[in-house]
């Protein structure tokens, strides 16, 4: 038989279908509608066949020939569904075989599974507006979803995901929600995290550690809120801990309860139009906040805020304060009821796992939350909320932390990916692994900080989840060379159980495989610069490395310079205290006592002078500590009470100053004729005379900032080279990004982290691409 198609309105097309074809499609395919959605194109066209969902993707059969079978697939690629990507697609002709009409089939398969997995998404527009609409029949159901929205990564247990493979297993749908989940033609058709009033997910409070019988509405929790308590409250990836954002006392007493007296809180608003009340907002921050991911974006607070009080109680003094839009239906209904900003952190004790289970939260957050919000869905892998910003004149984006909708799926169809298994352990402070099956790769979620015993365990669950999910055995690990790290020990062992080769990579190695893999430029024949700065990793001289520059040519990297070494002293309790650094880094310098004596009693001031002048002292390039040790000097941030605080208040200063006044690459410290030897040295005299002259300390920052991009500059310069890639946890730095895209974008091309954070969180990627491409 001949049909008649009119695939666009430019032309009709013929075909025949006396002949069958096999779609295979890949990509984010499952948990995403792609199913109803190919059943609605295949009946549009009146074509007959099949589809289903496999271990392996998506795969189609269709009644058509060649040029059908490519017209449709052009057709799923163009219109896909809003959370649906397609990475790779086959087509194939079969035996003929005659369908009567086109369905949605089930086949059971064994095949290893070859899939991305879906990451969690944010409520959609559609659910939203349902959520709110009283006559709709899912009004105020906290829990609603649809094939476009809701959990799906912290739900899942198996592959292919279907329901029974998913924590929605436990609830069975009501007759009118599996009317819908059967129908084709509605939204939530095979959508299997359906529920509704009549088949909910339930709710339960504790109160001061008892189950309140009499909780039967949200109001109860706003009233809560309004007098001042603490609230638990479990959302996609975790317990989030929140309070009203403009009470004061609240704040104060969070703080004290969750041992954390100045790092930020991340803050949840109502919706984004009270967002643009309280920060300034460009496109690009914009669509981040709103999107399906919906992370913490850090913004600039405008001078007068109007929705929160307390604001240096809650972001330290920074201009920047971190917010979130609702993403799930319970806290689109509490803010919408509540009208105000609340706190909304992660539920953990510092560097530890999110709190996932209703056990733990019951056991573990009595001592912090007032109230605890449990519901009986369970989540398998936790996520923390995803953090990133822009910078503020060029708009670079820079991910912090990437996390819940993003994790665990990286795609990027440009790279070469081996068919090997590899798994990449990562490193310490940021733990996140990677991992490479089937020409896929993952990188986890953030984990925790692994020093932590909890984050520890969570890195096990992860990882042996990964591993039952894909059902795969392991042939390559990399790890770190630092043996000391509990994601090294966990590689090396894993690798012996599973007689796998075993692969060291030196720290910022890894970063800069990771800036490189992440720009697709691994097998770019032209020299490229690698900027590698960060804190702490282990050097191959078994030095504290991190202020590095290293050459990426055939396919090798080489370290061509690094910052001058100094002083490495007193293990951890020099990343933990700047004025370690400080003392370590100025100690030579003339006029330095001035700045530092007075941070020391005098006991510590004569054992710490007799350390620095030991013979055998341990080394370090650390950028980290050169901010830090700056940070000190100028502002007197001695102690950190969390990490990186010290260099964050110095790019906070620096900012203020350099984005309000004319400043040029012409302020940096370095004069025309250094040639930048005894770097650190140098530039800490010049700060040093600058603070005896009572010069300004915020214009002090900002020149440093600017003299350290002028050393790039310089260095580069000098080694004829024009690809610089950077990454390490120092590009962080907003200012510092922004300043290196305003003085050196023009002659050279210059390349950052996106996807990935250039923070530890980067490492197991690069450690990935290490392997692909040796
Ligand atoms: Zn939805
Ligand atoms: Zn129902």
Redo the contacts with the bound molecule.
């Keep these: 038989m001949i049909y008649i198609i009119e695939f666009d309105s430019k032309f009709m097309y013929f075909w025949s279908d006396l002949r069958s074809y096999h779609l295979h499609i890949k990509g984010i395919v499952q948990g995403v509608g792609f199913r109803p959605f190919v059943y609605k194109l295949a009946n549009e066209y009146n074509l007959k066949g099949w589809v289903n969902n496999s271990t392996d993707g998506v795969h189609i059969h269709l009644n058509t020939d060649q040029r059908g079978a490519e017209k449709f697939l052009k057709l799923l690629e163009t219109n896909l569904p809003p959370l649906a990507v397609i990475t790779a697609s086959t087509i194939k002709e079969l035996v003929y075989q005659k369908h009567q009409n086109f369905e949605i089939i089930h086949s059971e398969n064994d095949a290893k599974p070859n899939l991305l997995l879906t990451p969690d998404a944010a409520?959609?527009?559609?659910?939203?507006e349902e959520l709110h609409q009283s006559v709709d029949r899912r009004y105020k159901y906290p829990f609603?979803?649809?094939?476009?929205?809701?959990p799906r990564y912290s739900i899942i247990n198996k592959l292919p995901y279907d329901r029974p493979f998913t924590t929605m297993n436990p609830f069975k749908m009501c007759e009118v929600c599996q009317t819908e989940y059967d129908n084709p033609l509605e939204?939530r058709h095979y959508s299997q995290t359906n529920s509704c009033h009549d088949c909910a997910i339930e709710m339960q409070l504790f109160e001061n550690g008892k189950l309140e019988e009499n909780f039967t509405n949200l109001e109860y929790i706003i009233q809560k809120w309004l007098a001042g308590k603490i609230i638990a409250i479990k959302g996609i990836g975790g317990y989030l801990l929140t309070c009203d954002a403009t009470n004061s006392e609240a704040i104060k007493i969070l703080r004290k309860r969750k041992k954390r007296p100045t790092k930020p809180f991340a803050l949840m608003y109502r919706d984004y139009k009270m967002v643009s009340g309280d920060v300034q907002i460009s496109e690009a921050e914009k669509k981040e906040l709103t999107s399906t991911h919906a992370p913490i974006v850090l913004l600039e607070r405008k001078t007068i805020i109007k929705n929160l009080l307390p604001i240096e109680l809650i972001n330290n003094n920074l201009s920047r304060i971190g917010i979130m839009l609702p993403y799930t239906p319970l806290y689109e209904l509490l803010l919408k009821k509540f009208g105000k900003p609340i706190i909304a952190t992660s539920a953990n004790i510092t560097d530890s796992t999110i709190i996932y289970t209703d056990k733990k939260a019951l056991e573990e957050l009595t001592a912090i939350a007032d109230v605890i919000l449990l519901n009986n869905r369970e989540i398998v892998l936790p996520q923390d909320d995803g953090v990133i910003q822009f910078t503020k004149k060029h708009q670079q984006k820079i991910t912090l932390r990437r996390s819940r909708g993003k994790a665990p799926t990286y795609i990027n169809p440009k790279l070469k990916v081996p068919e090997e298994t590899v798994f990449a352990a990562g490193a310490m402070l940021k733990s996140v692994f990677g991992l490479m099956n089937m020409e896929n790769v993952y990188v986890s979620q953030y984990m925790g900080n692994t020093s932590s015993y909890d984050a520890q365990l969570n890195y096990e669950h992860t990882f042996t989840h990964f591993k039952n999910i894909f059902s795969t055995e392991i042939d390559s690990v990399v790890v770190d060379k630092h043996p000391d790290y509990f994601a090294t020990r966990f590689g090396k062992e894993l690798a012996l159980k599973n007689e796998a080769t075993l692969v060291e990579l030196q720290h910022h190695k890894a970063h800069f495989y990771s800036v490189l893999g992440e720009n697709n430029l691994l097998d770019c024949n032209k020299n490229i610069l690698g900027v590698i700065w960060d804190g702490t990793g282990l050097g191959d001289d078994q030095n504290i490395w991190g202020g590095e520059f290293f050459m990426y040519a055939d396919k090798t990297i080489k370290r061509v310079n690094h910052v001058d070494e100094f002083e490495f002293i007193l293990g951890d309790k020099m990343p933990r205290e700047p004025k370690i650094s400080a003392l370590a880094i100025a100690h030579k310098v003339s006029g330095s006592e001035n700045y530092l004596k007075h941070k020391f009693t005098t006991t510590e001031w004569s054992i710490y002078q007799k350390l620095l002048n030991k013979e055998d002292n341990l080394k370090s390039t650390s950028m980290g500590r050169l901010f830090d040790a700056v940070s000190s000097i100028l502002f007197n941030f001695d102690i950190h009470s969390f990490e990186a605080e010290a260099s964050m208040q110095l790019e906070n200063e620096a900012a203020k100053y350099y984005y309000e006044n004319d400043m040029t690459l012409k302020d940096s410290y370095l004069s025309e004729e250094n040639d930048y030897s005894n770097f650190i040295e140098h530039l800490l005299e010049v700060i040093i005379k600058d603070l005896d002259r009572s010069i300004d300390k915020s214009y002090i920052a900002a020149k440093f900032h600017i003299t350290l991009v002028d050393y790039i500059i310089r260095i580069a310069t000098k080694l004829h080279v024009r690809k610089i890639a950077f990454s390490g946890g120092v590009f962080q730095n907003a200012l510092l990004v922004d300043l290196i895209i305003e003085y050196m974008k023009e002659k050279n091309e210059i390349y950052f982290q996106n996807e990935f954070s250039p923070n530890d969180e980067g490492i197991p990627f690069g450690q990935l691409m290490y392997i692909s491409y040796r």
């Excluded at 409520?123 to 939203?128: F, L």
């Excluded at 609603?144 to 809701?150: D, E, K, L, Q, S």
């Design positions: 409520i959609c527009d559609d659910c939203k609603i979803t649809c094939t476009n929205c809701g939204r």
